[in-house]
């Protein structure tokens, strides 16, 4: 039986990279595009693939159509870049997630207390979803969610490209992860370690924690979040453990 919240919050929305697992998203996506590139060696050249790649990724980042999934926004423009049909495209990838993706787990690491604040999260009955910016597969999300010692069936919802129709920096992304978890985005606490895609939850309502460490801020300026501190400071939040961290 869960605990009683001692928090004002009935969900809890993690971020993945950087959040729950250290991981050097300068030498992993170099390091992806190269290896996925290999797989469409026979249809164009690895510079011209990284084109394609980069190009309808930010087309689906960009699509603002609430019918429309990440999934279909990114196939609709890579295929027609690519000039092959969808049939024949979307089983390379499949692949590529089943077989290749493993390889690039020597970027990554667990992060200290990640575990501990997920479990704590849950033994405190919160709602937990993996808000990770939903451009990648569930086969590639749970890749790395296992890089740091962490699985699927601990969280009540994971973004992924299959299932969401917005991305980050979106608050609108934010507004669907609510609604599917049956929650207010006043009921809910976004943490991350990403001033510009995390914090942004604040446009849709929620309170939002800014994970220590690996802070990226491509805003430049003063980051402003509801709290600030550790993933171990995070689960003592949860915990109503150190109720003397303050709103910032």
Known sequence: MAKSNPIPYRALLLDLDGTLIDIDMEMFIPAYIQLLAHSFSGHCTTEDFAGHLLGSTRVMIENNEPRTTNQTAFFDDFCRRLDQPYAHVYPIFERFYELQFCRLQSFSRPRPH???????????????ALATNPLFPLAAVAHRLRWGDLTTDLFDLITTVENSHYCKPRPEYYLEIAGKLGVSPEECLMAGNDVLEDLCAAAAGMDTFLVEGMILNQTKGEPECTYRGSLEELANLIAGEYCDLKKR
């Open 114 to 128: 990640a575990r501990c604040l997920v479990n704590t999260a849950r033994r405190f009955g919160l709602k937990l």
